[in-house]
Structure formats: structure tokens, C-alpha cells
T-cell receptor, first 119, second 115 residues
Framework: GAGVSQTPSNKVTEKGKYVELRCDPISGHTALYWYRQSLGQGPEFLIYFQGTGAADDSGLPNDRFFAVRPEGSVSTLKIQRTERGDSAVYLC?????????????????FGPGTRLTVL | AQSVAQPEDQVNVAEGNPLTVKCTYSVSGNPYLFWYVQYPNRGLQFLLKYITGDNLVKGSYGFEAEFNKSQTSFHLKKPSALVSDSALYFCAVSLRSGGSYIPTFGRGTSLIVHP
């Protein structure tokens, strides 16, 4: 079956602009995660959804970052007033998390990522 | 708080030789431990996990890892390396805290298998 897809694969923007990054999880996966990966680092947690709700957004660096998942499937990560320091690869992952649980220890299925470059 | 250390940025091994990629962790409780692999221009792929039970966990592509509670380690191993195993390997730990299982990833170890 289809895996996790992310669009666009690359995004170049100018400092101060607004960007949206999209994630299509594996069908039926209730848990969805966003991470940010900088060069030479592991994925850094941003936000986690269980269904439509953000169960844990403790990793969002500041209020310029926001994410939604209105129908419990596709998710969009939104970054306002982008800064050069936001440049990174943004990863999305989904997991068959158990409904009613705030996450699970199931393995995650990652998308290929969106490489964001802020000039 | 939880953390993961991968002490080696790079591991070099000859094809056919055994390989070990090291991982140590720090959590205040019983950990869930994972290994993921990242090939160039591809997303992270799950290799194996330790949740409970047998300390030796077997995973994809002939990899295995041993959970050692006293040494807080979860080293990845393979008896005979292949050139195609060359990739970036990430160890991750998660702990149920505040109701969420949010994994913390290490910095990654680049494995290079020489023909």
C-alpha cells in the first residue's frame, strides 16, 4: 500500500514569508507526528496528533509554528514569518496508534520529508 | 526527561565482518527502544524495537539489538555486514510521560561498509 507522502519535497522561501507543508499519512493510522531534522542531527519532535486533536504540541519552538489535522487524516504544518533558522527537513510520520490512548509504542512510518530553505 | 546518545558519528566495517552501532539512553522509568535506518533521499525506516520480554530483539535485514538495563544500552548488531547496509542509523527512546509516548532520537551514526 501507499506509504506516508509529503508535499512539496522542496520549498524555498524568503525570510518573513508564510509556508504550509502537507502530510498524507498511511490510511487508517490515527497517530501523526511532525519532526524537524537539521543537518547532522536526529529528528526533533514538534507535535503529535491522535485523530483530529493535537495531543502533544510541546515541541513547537514558538507561536510561529502551527499544525492542523481537521479530518483526522491529512495534516498541514504552518510556519508564519519564516526565519533563516527554520531551514531544515520537516518529517512527518504516522502510526497505528490506539484510539483513546495518547500515543503508543508502535513503530512510526516516516515520509520522505520536505526540505525547507529560508533565504 | 529522556535522552539518547550515539557516541560514534561514523562506523566503518568491511563487508562480511560483524558490525555494532552503539546506543545508550537515559530515562526515569522503563524505556521503549527503537532503531531506524535512513537511506539517502529516503525516509526513516523502522528496523526493530524493544518493548518488554526477551532482551535480544531481532529485526529487519538480519539486524538485532540487545537491551542491557544495567548498562542502559541498546546496541545494534549484525553478524555479517553487507555493502547495502551503508546508511544512517538512529536510535530512539520513548517513555510514557504525561500520557504521550514521544520518542527522542539520537544524532545518528553513519555506517559505511567497505567492499
Amino acid at each position: 500500500g501507499a506509504g506516508v507522502s509529503q508535499t512539496p519535497s522542496n520549498k524555498v522561501t524568503e525570510k518573513g514569508k508564510y509556508v504550509e507543508l502537507r502530510c498524507d499519512p498511511i490510511s487508517g493510522h490515527t497517530a501523526l507526528y511532525w519532526y524537524r531534522q537539521s543537518l547532522g542531527q536526529g529528528p526533533e519532535f514538534l507535535i503529535y496528533f491522535q485523530g483530529t486533536g493535537a495531543a502533544d504540541d510541546s515541541g513547537l519552538p514558538n507561536d510561529r509554528f502551527f499544525a492542523v489535522r481537521p479530518e483526522g487524516s491529512v495534516s498541514t504544518l504552518k510556519i508564519q514569518r519564516t526565519e533563516r533558522g527554520d531551514s531544515a527537513v520537516y518529517l512527518c510520520a504516522s502510526s497505528p496508534g490506539l484510539a483513546g490512548n495518547r500515543g503508543s509504542y508502535n513503530e512510526q512510518f516516516f515520509g520522505p520529508g520536505t526540505r525547507l530553505t529560508v533565504l | 526527561a529522556q535522552s539518547v546518545a550515539q557516541p560514534e558519528d561514523q562506523v566503518n566495517v568491511a563487508e562480511g565482518n560483524p558490525l555494532t552501532v552503539k546506543c545508550t539512553y537515559s530515562v526515569s522509568g522503563n524505556p521503549y527502544l527503537f532503531w531506524y535506518v535512513q537511506y539517502p533521499n529516503r525516509g526513516l525506516q523502522f528496523l526493530l524495537k524493544y518493548i518488554t520480554g526477551d532482551n535480544l530483539v531481532k529485526g529487519s535485514y538480519g539486524f538485532e539489538a540487545e537491551f542491557n538495563k544495567s548498562q542502559t544500552s541498546f546496541h545494534l548488531k549484525k553478524p555479517s555486514a553487507l555493502v547495502s547496509d551503508s546508511a544512517l542509523y538512529f536510535c530512539a527512546v520513548s517513555l510514557r510521560s504525561g500520557g504521550s509516548y514521544i520518542p527522542t532520537f539520537g544524532r545518528g551514526t553513519s555506517l559505511i561498509v567497505h567492499p
